[in-house]
């Protein structure tokens, strides 16, 4: 993972978000914790960066925690208030969905989650 892939990534979400909800007022976007890459470069946070300077959505990184190690049944906390009702949720791969499982359970309050999935293999 580079920042040139997540600027990639970034630039086609962009195109994906503003034409499916249009008026991106009152979204934010988050991404699923991190729990293997906790320091130096995180591509999830990148792509989530590029997309808030080029739409205008506000990102709140490391607004979740995942407080056990446990992969198939994650518990997460929110780490910060999230006062959008409508969030955008970034994670850069998935197996088996219990991540975004987790994550939707933390925002189950909301008006709208958008789970944004981003995954390269080169």
């Given at each position: 993972?580079?920042?040139d892939h997540?600027?990639?990534?970034?630039e086609s979400a962009?195109?994906?978000?503003?034409?499916?909800?249009?008026d991106?007022?009152?979204?934010?976007?988050?991404?699923?914790?991190r729990r293997r890459h906790a320091d130096g470069f995180h591509f999830a946070t990148e792509v989530c960066r590029n997309i808030s300077s080029?739409?205008?959505?506000p990102f709140y990184d490391d607004a979740l925690q995942c407080v056990n190690?446990?992969?198939?049944?994650?518990?997460?906390?929110?780490?910060r208030p999230i006062p959008e009702r409508r969030v955008i949720?970034?994670?850069d791969i998935i197996t088996?969905?219990?991540?975004?499982?987790?994550?939707?359970?933390?925002?189950g309050d909301r008006e709208m989650v958008i789970n944004l999935i981003g995954i390269s293999n080169r």
């Open positions: 993972a580079s920042a997540a600027m990639m990534f970034a962009c195109k994906f978000i503003t034409s499916f909800i249009g991106t007022s009152g979204w934010c976007i988050i991404t699923t914790p080029s739409t205008g959505i190690h446990d992969r198939l049944h994650p518990d997460f906390r929110l780490l949720v970034y994670d088996t969905g219990s991540t975004m499982i987790a994550t939707n359970a933390q925002l």
